[in-house]
């Protein structure tokens, strides 16, 4: 007598997902085989269109036991051109009742036949059956030649292979919304802007006025407010900790060697002394060496400018962030003077200009670019490398991985190419771009990308007032506690995560390609507790979700008004007071070409698409178990209480803080 297994087939509903050709299953369990049969329902050729879900009973001469995993492939009918299909998952009942997911989230555009495992999540030393360990094997192998690691350049994080976004694998491509949405060319931005005709003018901007015709097309709240406010000490400190960069501000408790500041340039009539206030704690340092030598670009014909200043501050009795003293270069000299707020008023805001303009260098560069957007893709190609479907950490990490892979791919040909923006019309695009990439890269380690550890070496627990600290610690924690949910559901104890042969490779190849084997980073080689693997993991998430969007989400809100954010500065910066006017101003700030660039590409990279997917929203379901599904419910549910705290308290604030909060955060480097 034959038994009867009853096969539901799901075909994703995003775009171009449907196919017309044949499709056939095979069932494979612990004690046997089905035939391979061909798909045939009462719904004919509309059975595999976009978004359908269709059911088919496949016929055995006796049960398969446990089921292991489905074969699928499709075969063109003649006449009908070959096509792409994306299925979503299979879903499998047994003559005995039991119920088998199997989750599939992969276009399949040939007719080679394609294993699927059961969505239970399985370990490679627990996956003891003959035929998952070869299908394991093989999911592995074909992926090892999809997902090949390329040298970009000397000293930074290794790339995927890939010449344009169509020699990309299909999975990890853009959604046909995406593509449309990001045909990524200044020009579409300069229309939008309404700046078309601005883009060859290679002149000075001749007065303030002008910037502001020009600003005014596209303009947020907090870029209005930027405008107004750009010049003032109090908003300059603000930016430290709550603006698109608030990585570099640190305590500072003694002088360093390269900053001759005394008591008698800071203390504002002998209201303070220097040493009492870093005593206190209440003095900070943003210190840009990184940017110490660095060869600056030449733009339009012309020699631009980029300083690495040294920027020392006061948390003043009333709570507020002031600059007490700015030098432009690390070493002091008389053609070097120390620029302070008691000086003639061009003076003092031509000396925040330059820091403002080294800021962007050191944001974009090692921020931005290496710590999300290099970090990230270095984290997806070690993943799809290394860990088969059905590992627990791939279900964990692939939505975290989403369109990052062909978003780094579009930046490399767009942006820091040899034609592309950043390298043409930044301070420091051209060759001065590797020198800061490399240094930042040999400076990175596990306490600066693991948020905790990074507030705490850098002194900033207790300073008033900083958003970016209080969202940023609370989503550590809610990810922390999820990522730990799930993975001590997997691995129940130190030697498991040890006996882990996938686990270990993907570690491994992150530190060999991602930080080039450098050592003395804390960064951990192997894992060899659950505590470090949570731990590493949790790091992993948050660099993709929220330390991206800390960094990412606020380009145009504090770059759009270019005065506040230049990208590149033509005149060199005084090297003695009382030579600084507005017209200097003017002529040092970047030509309108360069600015209305800069403009256009900061306002398309702080763009959501229509397609984004908030940090813990998981439409493809990859877990099968129920603990796990229980802890992604809960992962959901305190991140909607975070989102509601950090709405209500917004709600009070002169500028809201927003970058950080749930509902605004994506699950992946994808913009």
Known sequence: KMVRYHVTVSTADVVAATTF?????????????????????????????????????????????????????????????????????VEVTSPEGDTYHFPIYRWIDDTKVHRFREGTAMRVFEDTHLLGKHSRQQELKEREKDYRWDVYAEGIPHIIKAENPLSLPCEVRFSFTKTTEFLFTATAALAELQLKGLDDREESWTDIESINRVFCFKRTDISDYVRDHWKEDSFFGYQFLNGVNPMLIRRCSALPANLPVTDEMVSNGGQFRLEEEMQKGNIFLCDYKNLDGIKANTINGKKQYLMAPLVLLHNTPDDKLMPIAIQLKQIPAADNPIFLPTDPEYDWLIAKIFVRSADFSEHQLNAHLLRTHLLAEVF???????????????????????????????????????????????????????????????????????????????????????????DGLKLWNIINSFVRGVLGFYYKNDSEVQ???????????????????????????????????????????????????????????????????????????????????????????PDINVTVQGMATTWLLSKQSTDFVALGQYPEQHFNEEIPRKFIKDFQDNLQLLSAEIKSRNADLEIPYTYLDPANLENSVAI
């Not at 049969?37 to 004919?44: N, Y």
């Open 380 to 470: 997806a190609i070690s993943l799809l490398r290394n860990m088969p479907m059905v590992h627990p950490l791939y279900k964990l990490l692939i939505p975290h991985t989403r369109y990052t892979l062909q978003i780094n791919l579009l930046a490399r040909i767009r942006l820091i190419s040899e034609t592309g923006v950043f390298s043409k019309f930044t301070a420091s695009g051209g060759e001065g771009m590797l020198s800061i990439l490399k240094k930042s890269l040999s400076s990175i380690t596990y306490s600066s990308l693991c948020m905790p550890d990074d507030i705490a070496e850098r002194g900033l627990e207790s300073v008033p007032g900083f958003y970016y600290r209080d």
């Open 499 to 589: 006996r882990d042969s996938e686990l270990q490779k993907w570690m491994q190849d992150i530190n060999e390609h991602g930080l080039l084997s450098q050592k003395d980073t804390g960064i951990p080689q192997s894992l060899s507790t659950v505590a470090e693997m949570v731990k590493f993991v949790t790091m992993v998430v948050f660099i993709c979700s929220a330390q991206h969007a800390a960094v990412n989400g606020g380009q145009y809100d504090y770059g759009g008004w270019m005065p506040n954010s230049p990208i590149s500065l033509q005149q060199p910066p005084p090297t003695k007071k009382g030579t600084t006017s507005m017209a200097t101003m003017l002529k040092t700030f």
């Open 21 to 89: 050709n044949n499709v056939f299953i095979k069932l494979v369990g612990e004690d046997g085989e089905s035939e391979r049969r061909l798909l045939v329902s009462l719904k004919g050729a509309a059975a595999f269109i976009k978004g359908a879900v269709s059911k088919f009973a496949v016929h055995c001469s006796e049960s398969l036991g446990k089921l292991v995993l489905v074969e699928l492939d499709k075969q063109q009918l003649p006449l009908f051109p070959e096509d792409s299909w994306f299925p979503s998952k």
